[in-house]
T-cell receptor
Framework: GAGVSQSPSNKVTEKGKDVELRCDPI?????LYWYRQSLGQGLEFLIY????????KSGLPSDRFSAERTGGSVSTLTIQRTQQEDSAVYLC???????????FGQGTRLTVV | GENVEQHPSTLSVQEGDSAVIKCTYS??????FPWYKQELGKRPQLIID?????GEKKDQRIAVTLNKTAKHFSLHITETQPEDSAVYFC?????????FGAGTTVTVRA
């Protein structure tokens, strides 16, 4: 694919349900980021993967949030027992290395009702 | 970890005037400083970046300056146009993860 792909584009879920958000980075990109963007707000860092190193999970807001990156490629962000405050756009980005351009996906808009 | 502060949070300029956004960073080891533009409903996209071995970089109406001693860098947009209206994010990296500023909402008045 030409760019970073995220699915689904939109997700509406009931409070208390679990959700999985998927990110397909650009092939060959070793760095992968997840950010959360609430309406009109900035980019809140969630988690960072770099190659085979242990991920930086310092931005995850609670233990309901977790992420995996399988085989150094596709990443899944899982939110358990969703709450209304989890409603936001979740953006994934990848880059060739730490100090190179990060390319963003179109985001997943999560709405918890 | 790296902490990036960005000012102002909002900026309104008359079409044709210049816009300046300033960022400071905390980690003296940071060596890569990109700027991203996010139009309403779109994903952030890189508009210009600068590395620590360069003090200034220009691309048409956009320029970025870096002061390593003071640990701050700035984005300059000259001859602003309506299509420059967007949210702009600065970021810094120290061979590790990108850390973003909080963003500046720029509005260009016709």
């Amino acid at each position: 694919g030409a760019g970073v792909s995220q699915s689904p584009s939109n997700k509406v879920t009931e409070k208390g349900k679990d959700v999985e958000l998927r990110c397909d980075p650009i092939s060959g990109h070793t760095a992968l980021y997840w950010y959360r963007q609430s309406l009109g707000q900035g980019l809140e860092f969630l988690i960072y993967f770099q190659g085979n190193s242990a991920p930086d999970k310092s931005g995850l807001p609670s233990d309901r949030f977790s992420a995996e990156r399988t085989g150094g490629s596709v990443s899944t962000l899982t939110i358990q027992r969703t709450q209304q405050e989890d409603s936001a756009v979740y953006l994934c980005a990848s880059s060739l290395a730490a100090n190179t351009e990060a390319f963003f996906g179109q985001g997943t808009r999560l709405t918890v009702v | 970890g790296e902490n990036v502060e960005q000012h102002p949070s909002t900026l309104s300029v008359q079409e044709g005037d210049s816009a300046v956004i300033k960022c400071t960073y905390s980690d003296s080891a940071s060596n890569y400083f990109p700027w991203y533009k996010q139009e309403l409903g779109k994903r952030p996209q890189l508009i210009i970046d600068i590395r620590s071995n360069v003090g200034e970089k220009k691309d048409q109406r956009i320029a970025v300056t870096l002061n390593k001693t003071a640990k701050h860098f700035s984005l300059h947009i000259t001859e602003t146009q309506p299509e420059d209206s967007a949210v702009y994010f600065c970021a810094a990296s120290n061979d590790y993860k990108l850390s973003f500023g909080a963003g500046t909402t720029v509005t260009v008045r016709a």
